[in-house]
Structures are given as C-alpha cells and as structure tokens.
C-alpha cells in the first residue's frame, strides 16, 4: 500500500487549496479514505472521511462548511478541497486508509499566513 499525498503549499488567510492522494498497492474502491491534520504541538486530527463510492462524508466541526473531500475511484485518488482558509488550518495533511492495518503517506504541508 502506497499513498502520496501532493497540494500544500502557502496560503494567505482565505485563499483556497486542493490536497490529493494518489494510493496504490490496494484495491482502492473497497476502503475509507481519511484525511488527518496535525498542527505543530498538538495530536493528529481526523479532518474528513470519504466512503467507498463517495455516498457519504463526514467532517470535523472544525471544517464543516469550507472543506469538502472527494474521491475517483478509477483514478485511485482522494481530495481534499480547501477553501476559506484560517492560519489555525496549518498543519501537515496526511492521507490515511486501513487496509487491515493502518496505512498513511508521507503528509503535505499547508501553511496559512498573511
């Protein structure tokens, strides 16, 4: 299982980003897909969790209403949309699924800052 996450970068307070995880290794279509968070200091967070065929998602309080994860299953990936971004969302964004056992990628880093 392989995941690889890509789309962070800076961001000024407001703006937009969109994260992706290209998986591999796994028959992907079968797993949740996560999205975790982990700001300096503080203990990893779930952000979003996408099922399967995309037929239900679920957020953090915290995100609700400006974060939306998708996910194409004939591409292997899962997105996080990122939009109306605050300076507490920094954080190195992880990719997460559990196949068996608990598999994450190596995390991208988003900064918000003016």
């Known amino acids: 299982v392989q995941l690889v996450e890509s789309g962070g970068g800076l961001v000024q307070p407001g703006g937009s980003l969109r994260l992706s995880c290209a998986a591999s290794?796994?028959?992907?279509?079968?797993?949740?897909m996560n999205w975790y968070r982990q700001a300096p200091g503080k203990e990893r967070e779930l952000v979003a969790t996408?099922?399967?065929?995309?037929?239900?998602?679920d957020y953090a309080d915290s995100v609700k209403g400006r974060f939306t994860i998708s996910r194409d299953n004939a591409k292997n990936t899962v997105y996080l949309q990122m939009n109306s971004l605050k300076p507490e969302d920094t954080a190195v964004y992880y990719c997460?699924?559990?196949?068996?056992?608990?598999?994450w990628g190596q995390g991208t880093q988003v900064t918000v800052s003016s």
């Open positions: 290794g796994f028959t992907f279509s079968r797993y949740n």
């Open positions: 996408i099922t399967p065929f995309g037929g239900r998602t």
């Open positions: 997460n699924t559990r196949v068996i056992i608990e598999y």
